[in-house]
């Protein structure tokens, strides 16, 4: 597809045109990676929607908890969300997909990390024809004083079967110190190192977590807008905020799409890249979060297909 297309496709409206670019998804969680309807399917039965909009992600785990995890907690309901996830990324036009594997998912196998890679192995297989699925270890900030967790992820990076490593959950969890020997294992492994900051605001808390770990990309990281410097800072390391615009009005970060400060971010210089977080509760495609913020005048076509192009060459893949 010519990059025009794209552009077009924008211009008149044309999802399926839209679906059809080659795009990335670069901030994916796998437990929640598929849309909720084919959950649903599995199951045989409806479940309740989640909130149009969330008091953070503490609303938003209460969500998780109470409704889906009772019914995809296990082996059968990891393995199916997960193929899912990335049958729908398929479906979307996404042909660059570094999907997030919890380290508690070791829980559901008996064998542990022996099981898991293989699962994960298998996936990256069975899809290479369709999509290069780079898997990413997930590491929760809740796990990082919990000695048998921390040894495990230490394990997981010796598997060879994760291409980068990321760090989530609430930001008051654990300080980025409390994960650096982890990181600093990554990095000699020769992975990419991300982490969730900034999905809230704090700016400064942005640099000094991307400082500590030494990030080459950055997990929504959208509070850095409030800093000029930062931004000059972000934009001159050229540090990447992997930007999710659905999730962060959901949650209530902010307040209204037309004003998402991706628009600053990019005005200032610092790489971003659109995606889509968690399918099931947020609903939104890659395709779809393009076609929304063209929509809501946040950019034109053409920056649009800039985003799109430049995430493309972030993972290699023009
Ligand atoms: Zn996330």
Redesign the pocket.
Known sequence: MKHTDFIQALSTDDLDAIRAAPKTDI???AFLSTRLKNLEHWLGFSLTRPPRKMRGLEEMMEYVITVLAPHQKSREGFEFVSTSGINDAIQDGVVGLEM?FDIMMTRFYADGLVGVKAFIEVLVERYRPKINLRPELGFARECADDQEWMELAHEAIELGVFKSI?L?SHQEACPPEAVKSLYAKARAAGMKLKA?VG?FGGAEEVRRTVEVLDLDEV??GIGAAESVEIMQWLSKNRIQLNV?PT?NVMLGGVEDLAWHPIRILFDNGVPVTINT??LMIFGQSVSEEYRNLYQASVFSAQELEDIRRSSLTSIGME
């Open positions: 901030h994916c969680h997030s990321d989530y969730h999905e997990q929504h999710c999730s977080d968690d």
